[in-house]
């Protein structure tokens, strides 16, 4: 695979990673109590950063596209949630037995890992701004950065990229 791609998929691992360790650091150091669908965006996160580490590690270029388009899926479903969240949980007081309450409970994740997991605030709550935007949107905008990386990964012909040429 050309290094271009790798990059792009260093980048979006390394992104996605970063995200992650803001959204923990801003709910255990600064409050901001995470809802349902944030906890699941964080799944999602995670997935898409271990589907750009695992493309990176193997040796078939094939294989690592495979995963590139699987993390734009996974992008894709991480915008969705997002929106759906500023658009509709955040105006609702609940979030219980939503699709995101029930998949995280479904895979055990809050019991398994709380810090990172546990929702503790109601949808209307979580999505307080950050830097003057609400948090759902950091995470549509993360969602877009991370989808747009690893589609440009899947291209087999890097000439195009000029702003990542050296």
Known sequence: MPRVPRLLLSLAALTGALGLLIAWVLQHAYGYAPCPWCTLQRLIVMLIVLLCLVGLLLPREGARQALAA????????????????HFVAAKSASCNLTLADRILSALGLP??????????????EADLPWLGIPFSLWG???????????????????????????
């Not at 549509?140 to 050296?166: D, E, H, Q, V, Y």
């Open 140 to 166: 549509a905008l993360l969602f877009g950065a991370l989808g747009l990386m690893a589609a440009l990964a899947l291209r087999r012909r890097t000439s195009n990229l000029i702003f990542l040429k050296k």
């Open 70 to 85: 699987l993390a734009v899926l996974g992008a894709l479903l991480g915008l969705s949630a997002a929106l759906y969240q």
């Open 111 to 124: 019991d398994l890992w709380p810090a990172m997991f546990e929702a503790s605030a109601r949808c209307d």
